[in-house]
């Protein structure tokens, strides 16, 4: 693994922790507003300054990373047990099923740029965290899906499962103990990927007022709240304190992908 | 225990012969059986989009018929791509047949759903050529071997952990290494691994699909000589697959020839060697080295000119009339059916009949159009 994979776990692993401990480490009700604090600068007291209406960065910031990762997991693990399952199913019988799958049902939800068909889909269930969740899981099960089957259709035709065929095994043994444990690595990588991609729909969708409703401390909600010429200029850390958390996390996962792409494919190993 | 991967008392002899007589009953009977895949082309779609203006399609296995008798071994020859293997798939229905019947004690495989067809799947198994993708690389070998234990309900817990103890024993591994996964053992021992599978539903009928050309040649004599005292101890029927001439001869009853998806010869295995009729089997065994320097020094060798013809709408009438040295017209229109030149000796030949059985003999082919004429040399 190279430094920056290195950097993408490091990162990842501490705001884990900080979700997990968030009651713990934020200094702050992150509620709590406060006329009389408003812009304040970063010092002793409020350790990345305060907002438009007092509330303590810091704070948000941590609470907000429980958000991110909320979303970025139910997101990852729902949408790829679903791709996975019609990933396999479609790649293992082929046929009309395959024809289907693959031929229309990809196809028509690759068609459209994936956040806006989030934008649609919200618009269409109603603003809130788990519509949110549910509307990045119908958009994100098709890329697993389109994944799966690819590597279903490359190791059904290995001369284990051939063996375990001629061995009278039934269909679902063959899928789930021969297929998949030897076709879910590229999901590894796949999966981290979409953490990434989910925590940035979250924040876009938060941003445009169709995710988390606002007073909740979701980095995108901040990103919003800070959207006015008087805080850029008097206190610009409110919008760059959240933009900061959005992109590493974004850049971490995106580094922790590549990294174990790189380890989990020899071929693509440098050196 | 240092001898775990070596088989003891093994002699290399086969049973002796075993002809089948007048009146045997075949284990297996295949009749007509076709493998055909479809590559596309040929509609009114494809003329538009630019695809093949002609139907293609793979005439893998093009109508075979064959008896295997209960307790021989019959050796399945031919170059790759000949459609041995597929023809040895589709016995198993592990590939499709198109059309033609496999039978089986009177039931014919190749129409059963695959409901019906699991439980014939005890008595016909298959045994592979790579010992390196045949196993599951996750599994355990208690869990390999165990697998079929499982599925047909034969033995569990710890009488099915004895099985499985003892099935590694007759394969002539530890059973120390019960719990180790398949990337610990080397390539013979894994094909022992692979035979132990095969053999834990209790087979009647094992099709082994180049068995031993993964192998070292030291493991190999090994893995035929184990298969060999297993088809004496428990009567059993193998469809040898194998490109490999010398160990075919070795282990074979008897010959079946392939050559572009047509069975072409079928004999006793000593008469395939050392008097075959059709000339691409004189070719093909020609092409054996002999271990004798001196008689090596001697051998007469038929070089064929040319590519074997692609399975993708191969020749008409006789498939090797392209190659042949001896075709005349006629090969290119008559499909030559497989004729008992010799009592028991199969030949798919026109220019060949019992009352002239050799091809040397009848004059060489003019054939209009032949574009590879084959010739004898001495070497």
Not at chain 1, 246 to 261: E, K, Q, Y
Request: hydrophobic share 45%.
């Amino acid at each position: 693994m190279n430094r920056l994979s290195i950097f993408g776990l490091v990162f990842i692993a501490l705001l884990v922790l900080v979700a997990l401990f968030a009651p713990l480490i934020a200094t702050h009700d992150v509620g709590a507003t406060n006329l009389a604090a408003r812009y304040l600068s970063p010092s002793a007291e409020h350790w990345l300054g305060t907002d438009a209406t007092g509330r303590d960065i810091f704070s948000r910031v941590v609470f907000g990373a429980r958000i991110s990762l909320r979303v970025g997991l139910v997101v990852v693990f729902v949408s790829g047990i679903i791709g996975t399952v019609i990933g396999a199913l479609a790649g293992y019988y082929g046929g009309w099923i395959d024809r289907i799958v693959s031929g229309y049902v990809f196809n028509v939800f690759l068609a459209f740029p994936g956040l806006l068909l989030a934008i649609a889909m919200v618009a269409f269930l109603g603003a809130g965290l788990n519509k949110l969740i549910l509307a990045l899981c119908i958009i994100g099960w098709v890329g697993y899906a389109r994944l799966i089957r690819g590597q279903v259709l490359k190791v059904r035709e290995y001369d284990f499962v051939q063996a375990a065929r001629a061995l009278g095994a039934r269909d679902w043994r063959i899928i789930f103990v021969h297929i998949l444990p030897n076709a879910i690595q590229p999901l590894i990588v796949q999966a981290s990927l979409g953490m990434a991609g989910a925590v940035l729909a979250e924040a876009s969708l938060s941003f445009l007022g169709l995710g988390v409703p606002p007073p909740a401390p979701s980095w995108g909600v901040m990103l919003e709240e800070a959207r006015d010429l008087t805080t850029l200029r008097v206190a610009p850390h409110a919008l760059i304190v959240p933009g900061l958390a959005i992109a590493l996390t974004v850049l971490a996962f995106n580094f922790l992908g590549d990294g174990l792409r790189e380890y989990l494919d020899p071929r693509q190993r440098r050196r | 225990m240092s001898t775990q991967g070596i088989e003891a008392g093994g002699t290399g002899n086969m049973p002796p012969t075993l002809m089948p007589e007048a009146g045997a009953e075949p284990l297996i009977a295949i009749r007509e059986l076709k493998v055909h895949f479809d590559l596309g082309g040929g509609t009114a779609w494809d003329k538009l989009v630019g695809g093949s203006p002609v139907k293609r399609v793979v005439k893998a296995v093009d109508g075979v018929s064959i008896d295997i008798f209960p307790g021989e071994t019959l050796g399945l020859v031919g170059e790759s791509g000949c459609g041995k293997s597929t023809l040895g798939r589709a016995i198993l229905r592990l590939t499709e047949p198109t059309s033609g019947q496999v039978l089986f004690r009177g039931e014919n495989l190749a129409l059963l759903s695959e409901r019906r067809m699991r439980q014939y799947r005890r008595n016909l198994q298959m045994i592979f050529q790579d010992p390196y993708a045949s196993l599951n690389p996750r599994m355990t070998v208690s869990q390999i071997i165990g697998e079929p234990l499982d599925t047909f309900g034969l033995a569990r817990g710890r009488e099915g952990e004895a099985r499985i103890r003892e099935l590694m024993e007759t394969v002539g591994l530890s059973p120390r290494f019960i719990k180790r996964y398949p990337h610990e053992f080397s390539g013979g021992q894994r094909q022992r691994i692979g035979i132990a599978r095969a053999l834990a539903v209790d087979p009647d009928f094992i099709v082994a699909d180049e068995p031993i050309s993964a192998l070292d040649v030291s493991i190999q004599a090994q893995i035929m000589n184990l298969m060999a005292r297993l088809q004496r101890e428990r009567n059993l029927t193998y469809l040898f697959i194998s490109h490999d001439l010398r160990a075919i001869r070795h282990v074979s009853d008897r010959v079946a020839v392939m050559y572009l998806g047509k069975l072409v010869e079928i004999a006793d295995a000593r008469v395939v060697y050392d008097d075959p009729l059709m000339p691409y089997t004189k070719a093909l065994i020609s092409a054996v080295p002999l271990p004798d320097p001196e008689l090596e020094a001697t051998r007469q060798r038929i070089v064929l000119q040319g590519d074997v013809p692609s399975p993708i709408n191969p020749p008409s009438g006789c498939r090797f009339h392209t190659r042949c040295p001896w075709a005349i017209q006629a090969c290119k229109d008559v499909v030559p059916p497989l004729t008992e030149i010799r009592p028991n000796h199969f030949a798919a030949c026109i220019r060949i009949s019992p009352d002239q059985p050799d091809i040397e003999q009848v004059a060489p082919g003019d054939a209009p159009g032949l574009r590879n004429p084959g010739r004898i040399i001495a070497q």
